[in-house]
């Protein structure tokens, strides 16, 4: 049985177990505590009866800077999911799910118009995780996973900007139904 509680600085030590699927991304450590100092209801961890962390969320509210709201890509005040991950032994017990569930109540809380998120286009069970719980894709994000380091001239991975509506989004301003047919370059999200 999970518990789930708030981040804590000492959890950087118990990390490893989630951070090792190649799927996941890690951050240095002044990343983690930046999103624990400024988003703490949004940066959530699941630990097992042993205290080992098994899962984590990292969230955060925001909008786009200023200069930003003339821009067809504007975004308003949402919730982003920056990292949701479960350690491998700990994965269909619902642990990803009940992560999601607390970020989407802080999200209601802070009044965002949306929460999303950004997900490879090939990590086609993360897509079929988030459809499940009501996410749809808003857009493609050309190339966006740039995981060439070495050779310039490679072309990334494309990403999925996936959102969810919350209550403040009645008429569902923030969402499409098409939105596998809506390229954008990386530059074009904030």
């Known amino acids: 049985m999970a518990s789930f ?8 030590d118990k ?14 450590l002044s ?11 949004l940066f959530q961890v699941a630990e097992d009866p042993n205290g080992n962390i098994i899962g984590y969320i990292m969230g955060k509210l925001e909008s786009s800077p200023d200069y930003f709201q003339y ?22 017990l619902g642990i990803g799910k009940i992560l999601t569930e607390n ?13 999303d998120l ?3 286009k090939s990590n086609t069970r993360a897509i079929n ?5 009501g996410y749809s894709v808003y857009r493609v994000v050309k190339d966006y996973y740039g995981d060439n380091v070495n050779d310039p001239t490679a072309h990334g991975e494309d990403a999925y900007d996936m959102r969810k509506p919350m209550s ?22 904030f």
């Open 168 to 189: 403040r989004d009645k008429t569902l301003k923030h969402i499409r139904e098409d939105g596998r047919n809506h390229d954008v370059q990386p530059e074009d999200v």
């Open 118 to 120: 950004f997900v490879r």
């Open 31 to 41: 990343f983690y505590l930046q999103y624990f100092a400024k988003w703490p209801s």
């Open 103 to 115: 970020l989407e109540v802080a999200a209601e809380a802070g009044d965002a118009w949306f929460v």
């Open 71 to 92: 821009s067809e890509h504007y975004l308003p005040w949402h919730a982003h999911i920056t990292a949701l991950t479960v350690a491998p032994e700990a994965r269909r």
């Open 15 to 28: 990390f490893s177990k989630c951070n090792l699927d190649p799927l996941t991304e890690t951050y240095d």
């Open 5 to 12: 509680r708030r981040f804590r600085p000492d959890d950087l």
């Open 129 to 133: 995780f988030y459809e499940s719980m």
